[in-house]
């Protein structure tokens, strides 16, 4: 659990026996190499399938935020914001993908998945 979690806010599902996705696009992530102390840059795309509970935009954007200052690796940060976000919406399928923008003159994209137990 990372320090953030309580950050995230939810709601109900309106349509909890439907099958539908729900795609957020987050092209202002940033967070800090913590080898370097460099900022990283990158566009975190959320994509999942609710079951009972949503996530609440604006408190997701604060979580988010809230890695601003954080030295952490890009693997580290996508993994941990998929187990929060499972942790507290408990959707039916969830996946993660972390583009980094180019440093070093090397970009990476770091992909991360959850399926819930049937």
């Not at 914001?81 to 970009?107: K, N, S």
Request: hydrophobic share 35%; proline share 6%; charged share 25%.
């Amino acid at each position: 659990m990372t320090a953030f979690r309580d950050l995230l806010e939810t709601f109900d599902n309106q349509f909890p026996d439907r099958d539908y996705k729900i795609e957020i696009e987050y092209p202002e992530f940033t967070s800090v190499c913590p080898k370097t102390g460099q900022p990283d840059f990158g566009t975190l795309t959320i994509t999942y399938t609710p079951r009972k509970k949503c996530v609440e935009l604006k408190s997701l954007k604060l979580y988010l935020q809230s890695f601003r200052n954080e030295g952490i690796f890009y693997e580290h940060v996508t993994n941990s914001i998929l187990d929060d976000l499972v942790a507290v919406i408990e959707p039916a399928w969830l996946r993660i993908e972390a583009a980094f923008r180019p440093r070093g003159g090397m970009t990476e994209t770091v992909s991360a998945q959850h399926t819930a137990a049937i």
